[in-house]
């Protein structure tokens, strides 16, 4: 009897012990949203985006986290009787005409497997409730996504929402960097000519080109068949002149140092188009921001040189915003400020390296930075007031001519919305300077236009400013995807600069923020993108890690390849966060990459019948630059957390 009745007590103590687990509410901003992702900007507390009070529809809430898709709040639990409340929605505070086209998707992950969907939400949607027992979940992962809709900046709220915890108390955190390792082997002491094989110049238009050229120094660069009009330094490689008829033409360029030899026949043609390949180079904007001065780009030049980066096709030195001062001069056009007192001194020193100069303006009374524009509200052009929206008269043939005297090679032209009516003032101008001036325009070109920014333009920004982030890389490769059919010899998909490095935006400088894996899937995904390539780190501080991700030969061929098609997504696996990207190439060659969204290691497949592949193939493995093997059916390898592989197929 007194064992039964111990027995009895015993239970009693147990099930009170299981009913008597107090829950405590943790409220989600008051977690450390510091740790929260997102493609721009940083989630707020109890506000949206907006820095405006949380309104859903036409409901307002006191508390949340307003949020930017794509992002993404990750939140360690301890896999106990946990739980999730909350509603979510895109918020109703942004200007009216971009609020009517916004939609997302909130999406809940549990241990990597999807838990909730909101389903595609649309402006004025009403909040949808979430209610999740998360019992035996140890990482939960609150997704905000762009719906692949193709629009930049989507707000989107997380609100009256908390957990209910029984034991130890969620936080949020960030997945930890791997330590760097390099892929792309060393150098060889003997010649390697390297891309681009294919020059465009406009007839009659002075003409420069540094024939890319990697190997060890002193070298013989010689040009057999040159065309009339052009010369060749035989120390550097560096082409210049001026071919006045239209056509195509073919030299054979030869390269000699004591190691050996390397010979590869190079196509200069005469016509309509330039940037016949992408272009490649630096642009100061994301290592000094405003703060760019004469001293900095010429020590930028000096280093693209020195460094040897020059070696492998990377061409335009390029002056972004900052530069300004007022108008003036023989054009009354923009004069530089005290920052750069010698602005055609900083464009021969350039040149002399065998490098091309790029400039910044825009049609706006003033830029970004607040500097003067292309417009103004006065015949002189004289600033009344600073404003970000073109004025009544322009100053655009002015600019172009004084541009020319000093010699630049390029233009980036930055406003937005842009427009039909700038662009094309812009494009006539430039075709009456005398000079092979590439024209690039920012940002974010709408895509009901791309037809005409084609013809128009030589690249156009496809997305907002690119940051050092894993969500702003995914935003980019994912709204750049429907683009692929209007990229092509002399127009190209401009994705933004390469965040690789060390970054300072006009700050202290600091290493990106990307993992390696990522700056891996970025350099090759802008490969594939067929994008121009602008570096935009401070070139005097590369480390080899750096250096080796921005020379890869064969990496480097992908982007420049003479076909000028660029790649598009082919396969997207939702639940596996896979996808597989295909280009075609000259060659009948074709390179995919495979693309591993994940957060963790996993195997991806190259399956022949879902990729139209029909035949055997060699399939090489371009950033370690090694042959695999030959496959017919199937191709399965290894893919690091957000990180790419990058293949080639060859008969």
């Excluded at 056509?247 to 140092?257: C, L, P, S």
Aim: overall charge negative; aromatic content about 12%.
């Amino acid at each position: 009897m007194k064992l039964l009745l111990m027995y009895f007590w015993i239970a009693v103590l147990v099930i009170a012990s299981c009913t008597d687990k107090t829950t405590r509410k943790v409220w989600l901003d008051d977690l450390d949203l510091s740790k929260v992702e997102q493609s721009a900007g940083v989630a707020m507390k109890n506000k949206s985006m907006w820095n405006t009070p949380l309104i859903i529809a036409n409901d307002t809430f006191s508390r949340g986290v307003g949020t930017h898709a794509l992002g993404v709040i990750k939140i360690q639990l301890d896999g106990k009787d946990n739980k999730f409340f909350a509603k979510v929605g895109i918020d109703a505070s942004a200007p009216a005409k971009e609020f009517s086209k916004a939609s997302v998707e909130f999406i809940i992950y549990g241990d990597g497997k999807v838990l909730w969907k909101s389903g595609i939400m649309k402006a004025n949607d009403k909040a949808k409730p979430i209610s999740e027992n998360l019992n035996g979940v140890k990482i939960i992962s609150l997704t905000i996504d762009n719906a692949n809709d193709g629009i930049v900046g989507d707000r989107a709220d997380w609100v009256d929402a908390y957990f209910e915890v029984v034991d130890k108390l969620p936080f949020t955190f960030q997945r930890e960097h791997e330590k760097k390792y390099i892929l792309t082997p060393e150098t060889h002491k003997a010649p390697s000519i390297n891309h681009p094989y294919i020059v465009g110049s406009h007839p009659s238009n002075p003409l420069l080109f540094l024939v890319p050229v990697s190997g060890e120094r002193p070298m013989k660069i010689v040009a057999e068949n040159l065309p009339k009009g052009l010369q060749i330094d035989e120390n550097t490689g560096k082409i210049w002149g001026v071919i006045n008829k239209q056509g195509e033409y073919f030299t054979k360029i030869i390269a000699t140092n004591r190691f050996g030899s390397d010979q590869k026949l190079f196509k200069i043609i005469v016509g309509e188009n330039i940037a016949l390949t992408p272009p490649m180079g630096w642009n100061s904007w994301n290592a000094f921001g405003a703060s760019v001065t004469q001293q900095k780009v010429m020590q930028a030049a000096k280093a693209m040189h020195e460094s040897g980066l020059s070696q492998y096709g990377y061409s335009y030195i390029n002056i972004d915003d900052g530069w300004q001062g007022k108008r003036g001069g023989k054009y009354n056009a923009i004069m530089p400020n005290e920052k750069f007192p010698d602005m055609k001194a900083l464009v021969d020193y350039i040149h002399s390296l065998g490098l091309k100069a790029g400039i910044y303006s825009s049609p706006w009374v003033t830029t970004y930075a607040g500097y003067v524009g292309g417009s103004a509200d006065n015949a002189n052009g004289t600033i009344l007031e600073k404003q970000r929206e073109c004025g009544q008269f322009k100053f655009h043939n002015q600019d172009v001519k004084q541009w020319a005297e000093w010699g630049f090679d390029y233009l980036k032209y930055d406003w937005n919305p842009n427009d039909i009516e700038h662009t094309s003032d812009m494009t006539d101008a430039l075709k009456l300077s005398g000079r092979n001036i590439v024209y690039s325009i920012s940002n974010a070109a709408p895509f009901e236009n791309a037809t005409d920014w084609a013809k128009l333009t030589n690249a156009w920004r496809t997305t907002g400013d690119i940051q050092d982030t894993w969500l702003s890389i995914l935003n980019i490769i994912s709204l750049n995807d429907k683009w692929h059919s209007y990229a092509g010899a002399g127009h190209w998909n401009d994705p933004d600069m390469l965040v690789v490095g060390k970054l300072g935006w006009g700050g202290e400088f600091q290493e990106t923020d990307l993992s390696p894996n990522e700056q891996y899937l970025h350099v090759t995904q802008w490969s594939m993108f067929a994008a121009p390539l602008f570096i935009g780190c401070d070139l005097s501080q590369l480390d080899d890690f750096t250096y080796k991700l921005l020379t890869n030969t064969e990496v480097i061929a992908i982007n420049q390849d003479s076909l000028g098609i660029q790649g598009y997504r082919l396969v997207k696996d939702f639940e596996k966060q896979t996808e597989i990207w295909k280009k075609p190439l000259s060659n009948n060659e074709i390179a995919f990459s495979l693309v591993n969204l994940l957060d963790k290691d996993q195997e991806i497949s190259l399956n022949w019948d879902e990729c139209s592949l029909h035949d055997e193939y060699l399939i090489r493995d371009l950033w370690k630059q090694k042959n695999i093997g030959k496959f017919n059916r199937t191709f399965k390898t290894r893919v690091p957390l957000h990180g790419a592989v990058l293949i080639k197929l060859s008969n």
